[in-house]
């Protein structure tokens, strides 16, 4: 049975997230906890290798159904070797994406919702998160605070993405319980203080 705490964070590129992953890290840290940060795709050795397979500059033509895949894939080796031990040792894992950017970026994105399901459902019964915060940004707003650089090696359409979010709007609805949202527009201070309160009333119970 898995004795530690499970958070991820979901949401568009250009949210503010890794700001935030940290300011939590160091929040339970400072609790006593050992706290493991992580990533999707990657985490892994072979995560990384998926990760630069998936956004290969210049890259086109990949299936759908291989993408999706690779990202299950990628979390697959993430679970076994660095979410699944830690959280049986009583580790705090954060992690930034998990199933729910799946869900939302392949299954909303790309129109594979039942594929995407039933492929991560196996994958990740065991583990899914206890906590997940989904950070909601406007998508003009979360596309102008993401580098040109990392808009040219993921060249997605607008309604890609105006239908990915959609996809976190469903799981919202679906999982009320895990999933808070974080209105992303917010001053860092006060999103961090809705975090570490929100991550504390569920993990402590205050
Ligand atoms: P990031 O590491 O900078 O957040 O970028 C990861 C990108 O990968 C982001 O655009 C969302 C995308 N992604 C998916 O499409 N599906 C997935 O399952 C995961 C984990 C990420």
Same mark, same amino acid.
């Given at each position: 049975?898995?004795?530690?705490?499970?958070?991820?964070?979901?949401?568009?590129?250009?949210? #503010? /997230?890794?700001?935030?992953?940290?300011?939590?890290?160091?929040? @339970?840290?400072?609790?006593?906890?050992?706290?493991?940060?992580?990533?999707?795709?990657?985490?892994?050795?072979?995560?990384?290798? &998926? $990760?630069?397979?998936?956004?290969?500059?210049?890259?086109?033509?990949?299936?759908?159904?291989?993408?999706?895949?690779?990202?299950? *894939?990628?979390? *697959?080796?993430?679970?076994?070797?660095?979410?699944?031990?830690?959280?049986? =040792?009583?580790? %705090?894992?954060?992690?930034?994406?998990?199933?729910?950017?799946? &869900?939302?970026?392949? #299954?909303?994105? $790309? #129109?594979?919702?039942?594929? %995407?399901?039933?492929?991560?459902?196996?994958?990740?019964?065991? @583990?899914?998160?206890?906590?997940? @915060?989904? @950070?909601?940004?406007?998508?003009?707003?979360?596309?102008? $605070? %993401?580098?040109?650089?990392?808009? /040219?090696?993921?060249?997605?359409?607008?309604?890609?993405?105006?239908?990915?979010?959609?996809?976190?709007?469903?799981?919202?609805?679906?999982?009320?319980?895990?999933?808070?949202?974080?209105?992303?527009?917010? =001053?860092?201070?006060?999103?961090?203080?809705?975090?570490?309160?929100? *991550?504390?009333? /569920?993990?402590?119970?205050?």
């Amino acid at each position: 049975m898995k004795k530690g705490y499970f958070i991820t964070f979901e949401g568009p590129d250009g949210a #503010g /997230k890794t700001t935030q992953i940290d300011l939590l890290s160091d929040y @339970f840290k400072s609790q006593g906890y050992d706290v493991v940060l992580t990533r999707e795709p990657g985490g892994t050795e072979l995560g990384e290798k &998926i $990760r630069q397979v998936i956004f290969e500059p210049g890259k086109q033509g990949m299936a759908p159904e291989a993408e999706v895949l690779l990202y299950a *894939a990628s979390r *697959a080796q993430h679970i076994k070797e660095v979410i699944a031990p830690n959280l049986l =040792a009583g580790n %705090v894992v954060i992690s930034d994406r998990f199933i729910d950017s799946s &869900i939302a970026y392949q #299954g909303f994105g $790309r #129109g594979m919702l039942d594929y %995407v399901e039933l492929v991560n459902n196996y994958i990740t019964k065991d @583990f899914m998160p206890d906590l997940t @915060f989904l @950070f909601k940004l406007d998508p003009q707003i979360a596309k102008e $605070r %993401v580098s040109f650089k990392k808009q /040219k090696i993921k060249p997605e359409s607008k309604e890609f993405y105006e239908t990915a979010m959609k996809g976190y709007e469903y799981l919202e609805k679906k999982y009320p319980d895990r999933i808070c949202s974080i209105d992303a527009s917010m =001053a860092i201070d006060e999103i961090t203080y809705r975090i570490i309160k929100a *991550a504390s009333q /569920k993990m402590f119970g205050c």
